[in-house]
């Protein structure tokens, strides 16, 4: 149960921010606790560029859970700018642990609505395939 857990908090840890974002690039670290079980950390960094009204983005990340589960993520992404708002598609693959423990692939759409200087309102859906030790497993968010 606590691999499990564990796993499932990597998962949501892991997954690829929807990108949109205007030209430029970021770093992040990252620390998470579960519940006094297990701690992560992740570095991360995206680079991204826009053109007229096309734009991309690349983003991955390292990180360790309890100093004996690495994790590995790439995603890219591409998006039509429309001014207020960004309509596009992502591809991501993360590893979770060594000799492909736990993988997934994902894609889907992904979109922002700027709502003013301060909000941005955002909604993506992706469809992928999971592989856990005990099997395939169909995956949407």
């Known amino acids: ?17 929807p990108a949109l974002a205007q030209s430029g690039g970021s770093v992040g670290l990252n620390y998470t606790s579960i519940e006094d079980d297990a701690e992560a950390f992740q570095l991360d960094g995206a ?10 983005q690349i983003d991955a990340g390292l990180g ?4 004996d589960v690495d994790t590995q ?22 590893n979770i ?14 979109g922002t609505w700027d709502l003013g200087s301060q909000a941005v309102l955002l909604g993506s859906y992706t469809i992928g395939e999971a592989d856990f030790v005990s099997g395939d497993v169909d995956t949407s968010s």
Do not use: C, P
Not at 64 to 67: C, H, K, S, T
Not at 97 to 110: K, L, P, V
């Open 73 to 94: 993520t790439i995603a890219g992404h591409a998006y039509w700018n429309g001014g207020a708002w960004r309509l596009g598609g992502v591809f991501a693959y993360t």
């Open 47 to 56: 680079f991204g560029s826009a053109s007229g009204s096309f734009g991309w």
């Open 64 to 67: 360790q859970i309890e100093d």
């Open 1 to 17: 149960m606590k691999k499990t857990a564990l796993l499932a908090a990597a998962a949501a840890l892991f997954v690829a921010t």
């Open 97 to 110: 642990g060594e000799d492909d423990d736990a993988s997934e692939t994902a894609y889907g759409i992904e």
